[in-house]
């Protein structure tokens, strides 16, 4: 039957939803044609406003039909935007979400700028009038809180605004840690909680987990797809709330969790990779290392096998062919993919360092003391034959970011804290060792996350077939 549906439900549900997605369009559009920016910068009013809206939610109802969300269950009541200038909604588990926006009379949401030229969605985000960040500008950030503070902080002038705290999707078996924005502004704010009670749960789109072809194929194979959207009440900041946007988001977070009968933890993605924080640092739940020991053994890369003299001392800068030729692989193009395991530089080059230090840790014969000490000798430095050897901050930070996939800016205060900024001008070996052998938090994972697990002997190999090897799935929001 699932098999029956797949073939032939499937597929017409997804095109006529992608046409009733088109029709949307010009309804966008009515909205903000021929306004200036300045007039898109306050709430709009008016008869194109009431046609646009109303036409817009229609539409947006009846293309999550299509897909098979026949039922839309709300429980609680949602708060005036007068009590609750701000929503927040949570757990965040699949790009099938912004489905909760019909119960909440379409919020005002936060998005990239990058959006903005992606055909429909941009439309869509001009008519939402979004609050737009971009990744590539710093002081994006800095007018995006400015901005959900003037909206916060309105009287009702402008319609609520809706985050996704998590800020990217999750399993839904914990909440990952929230992030601030929505919080910053200090304002009272109710959270919302989605559900998917349904008896297969095919949305879920996650880390490691189904693509977005396939949870959308398997979605549109339902009969009939639920979700439930629940109002919780308005939660008040106290006066350390207020200041502390960061306390106020991991509270916001343990009541949701509550709620939902599921751990509120620290983890978070940086990027594409999740992280949970240790001490003052975030460190990657799974070593890069041990995902980089998977890839090759795919490609049936052995350790010590097909490895090349080592590479001259000094760090050079290696492309996606140089990298496969020097680990002896036959097909070049394979190598693409390695490279996401490692620093690029602008031009997607790596540091031929950390190549050398991670596979020596993936020969699986050293101890953690000579891999720290092996760390220590590819990225020191040396101004004269007299002076010690030394390890600067952007070295110590790259070593962290290896072997324990912490965010080169998480290792600046550490570094600080080791001694590394000092009349020396950097960590001596014994400081370096004593930090990552003997420290009561970061000395078992160095152990750890050094030695990865080897393949069960006798367990059969893939064969390389010549064929890229697929990145990790981006997970921006």
């Known amino acids: 039957m699932f098999y029956l549906l797949g073939a032939l439900l499937a597929p017409l549900r997804v095109a ?29 009013k008016g008869w194109r406003n009431s046609i646009a809206h109303g036409s817009v939610y229609f539409l ?63 439309a869509l985000l ?60 200090g304002v009272p704010i109710q959270p919302v909680l989605i559900r998917y009670p349904n008896s297969l749960d095919s949305t879920t789109w996650a880390w490691r987990g189904p693509g977005v072809l396939k949870v959308i194929w398997l979605t549109a194979s339902q009969l009939c797809t639920t979700v439930e959207v629940e109002f919780l009440p ?8 207020s200041t502390n946007p960061t306390l106020y988001a991991s509270n916001v977070q343990k009541t949701m969790a509550q709620a939902l009968s599921i751990p509120a933890t620290e983890c978070e993605f940086v990027g594409n990779l999740p992280v949970c924080a240790v001490g003052c640092l975030r460190v990657a739940l799974e ?4 995902e980089l020991s998977k890839a090759l053994r795919k490609m049936r890369w052995t350790p010590g096998g097909n490895l090349q003299p080592p590479l001259s001392n000094g ?39 950390e190549v050398q230090l991670a596979l020596q840790a993936l020969e699986g014969t ?29 070295a110590f930070c790259t070593i962290l970011r290896l072997v324990l996939g ?26 370096f060792q004593d930090f990552t052998l003997n420290h009561p938090d970061y000395a078992p994972l160095f152990t750890t996350y050094l030695c990865p697990p080897m393949p069960t002997r006798g367990a059969p190999i893939p064969h390389s077939n010549g064929s890229l090897l697929n990145p990790p799935k981006s997970k921006a929001d």
Not at 76 to 85: F, I, V
Not at 234 to 241: F, G, I, L, Q, T
Not at 287 to 290: F, G, K, S, T, V
Not at 323 to 329: E, M, Q, V
Request: glycine fraction near 6%; proline fraction near 7%.
């Open 16 to 44: 006529l939803a992608f046409i009733v997605l088109f029709l949307v369009w010009p309804f966008a559009l009515l909205q903000v044609v021929g306004l200036s920016e300045e007039k898109l910068k306050e709430p709009l």
């Open 126 to 185: 001009r008519f939402n009038q979004a609050i737009l960040v971009s990744r590539h500008d710093p002081a994006s950030r800095k007018k995006v809180v400015e901005e959900v503070k003037r909206r916060a902080t309105s009287r009702g002038k402008w319609p609520q605004v809706l985050f996704f705290p998590e800020g990217t999707c999750s399993n839904k078996k914990a909440l990952l840690k929230f992030k601030p924005g929505a919080f910053i502004a």
């Open 366 to 394: 050293h101890s953690p003391k000579e891999l720290t000490q092996l760390a220590f000798q590819l990225f020191c430095e040396q101004q004269t034959e007299l002076e010690e050897p030394r390890l600067c901050q952007e």
């Open 315 to 353: 760090p050079e800068r290696l492309g996606h062919q140089e990298l496969a030729r020097w680990l002896g692989l036959a097909h070049l193009e394979v190598a693409n993919g390695l490279h996401t395991f490692f620093q690029q530089d602008e031009e997607g080059r790596v540091d031929s360092r």
């Open 406 to 431: 912490t965010p080169l800016a998480d290792g600046a205060e550490l570094y600080a804290t080791l001694g590394g900024i000092g009349i020396h001008g950097g960590l001596s070996i014994g400081q």
């Open 234 to 241: 308005v939660y008040h900041p106290s006066a350390e709330e």
């Open 60 to 122: 947006s109802r009846l293309m999550f039909f299509l897909l098979g969300f026949m039922r839309i269950r709300v429980r609680g009541r949602q708060a005036s935007r007068l009590e609750a200038p701000i929503l927040v909604a949570a757990p965040h588990s699949t790009f099938f979400d912004p489905i909760i926006l019909l119960p909440c009379d379409l919020p005002k949401v936060v998005s990239r700028t990058e959006n903005l030229h992606v055909p429909v969605i941009g």
């Open 287 to 290: 070593p890069q290392l041990w």
